[in-house]
């Protein structure tokens, strides 16, 4: 999925030993990654297979599964039976957020139908809900406007969000690189899928919205709603600087925001400045979610470029791509990373912020118990 590009392209993973800055006590090792609790923020499970529950309980993980409009997936009443199979296989590893479809969108009845899907979906074991980039890119309301997130027509929904204490994911815009040459894109994995995907490709699309304006009606939109707990996924878009990630999570202290399919671009900044981006997520260790955008989908033989690419062991690629992050955040070993074309050396950051990010800032943003 793009959103959904996955920013891991992992096949053979070089490993080079590095010197750990912190003393060994204070930081995670490789040795550790199956005993400690974690929790994957953002996945998406469209095939009930108990495969994946399986590597997640080998691997210390618990899953929050999102279901998302998007056209290559299942549809989303189908979305919701697999969510809701595999809630019930394991209702306490496995938890899902919903979405509402945007049809009819500024008709007088579109409010009602929202929040009856939405209470449905809650009633059935969501813990969150989902509005994806279609909303700003694609989407248009009745009379054929296009819509963006900060539309006063949304107000409704999110006060129902609001009252009910139900978190708010959030993906909007792209990575900053859909709107770059080739050449000038900072992941090859970016490089890749937008070179396969022409119609996704932003820079090729000068009519459509502009990043910088998807990402201030997004900022408008987190303003607008200051009681409104808002996950902005992907990093909140802002994947290609930590320094304008912090600014926006400085200015919405409601905001969290997931890492998911952006590692790849976390890695080209700690490239050139390791301490910048370790002292980011120390900084921000309680407003950061572990999150891979994982995505188990029936297979399609006409699918183009996918990153990483689809395979037909989906576990083992769950496994190879959690591994992969927590070398890369938990210890100070460097490792091959194909979407960089480079090594990428580990943040190692300490054990409290470990804990912060890959469990406990999650559990807390969803309400969950037990």
């Known amino acids: 999925m793009r959103g959904i590009a996955k920013s891991l392209l992992l096949t053979g993973v070089a490993l080079v030993t590095m010197a750990a800055a912190p003393q060994a006590s204070e930081t995670y090792t490789e040795a550790d990654f199956a005993h400690v609790a974690k929790f994957d923020a953002h996945v998406h499970a469209n095939v009930d297979d108990p495969r994946f529950l399986e590597v997640a309980r080998r691997d210390g993980f618990e899953l929050l599964s999102i279901n998302v409009d998007y056209p290559d997936f299942p549809p989303l009443a189908e979305q919701a039976k697999i969510a809701e199979s595999m809630r019930a296989a394991d209702p306490l590893r496995f938890h899902f957020a919903t979405t509402f479809g945007m049809e009819g969108f500024g008709t007088p009845e579109w409010t009602a139908r929202a ?54 994911i959030a993906h909007q815009a792209e990575p900053k690189n859909c709107w770059l040459p080739l050449d000038q894109m900072t992941t090859e994995n970016d490089r890749s899928y937008f070179r396969a995907h022409p119609e996704y490709y932003m820079y090729l699309h000068p009519e459509e919205p502009s990043y910088e304006t998807l990402i201030a009606a997004r900022d408008r939109f987190v303003a607008r709603h200051p009681g409104l707990a808002i996950d902005g996924a992907h990093m909140g878009s802002l994947e290609w600087s930590v320094d304008e990630l912090g600014h926006f999570l400085d200015a919405h202290p409601n905001a969290v925001v997931d890492l998911a399919a952006r590692m790849s671009n976390l890695q080209v900044q700690s490239n050139a400045d390791l301490e910048k981006v370790r002292g980011f997520f120390v900084k921000y260790q309680d407003r950061i979610l572990y999150g891979t955008d994982l995505t188990d989908s029936p297979p399609d033989p006409a699918a183009r470029a996918q990153n990483p690419p689809a395979t037909d062991d989906f576990p083992r690629e769950a496994d190879a791509v959690w591994r992969a992050d927590w070398r890369y955040l938990a210890t100070p070993l460097s490792q091959r990373v194909d979407a960089i074309e480079a090594d990428a050396r580990g943040l190692n950051l300490p054990k409290p912020v470990i804990d912060k990010i890959y469990w406990q800032n999650a559990r807390r943003f969803f309400h969950l118990k037990g």
């Not at 074991?125 to 509005?131: C, D, E, L, M, S």
């Not at 248009?140 to 409704?156: C, H, M, N, Q, S």
């Open 115 to 168: 929040e009856h899907s939405i209470d449905t979906a809650l009633a059935r074991g969501a813990v969150a809900v989902k509005v994806w980039k279609n909303i700003g890119m694609v989407a248009k309301d009745a009379g054929g406007e296009r819509v963006f997130l900060d539309d006063p027509r949304f107000d409704d929904v999110m006060a129902h969000l609001e009252k009910r204490r139900i978190p708010l």
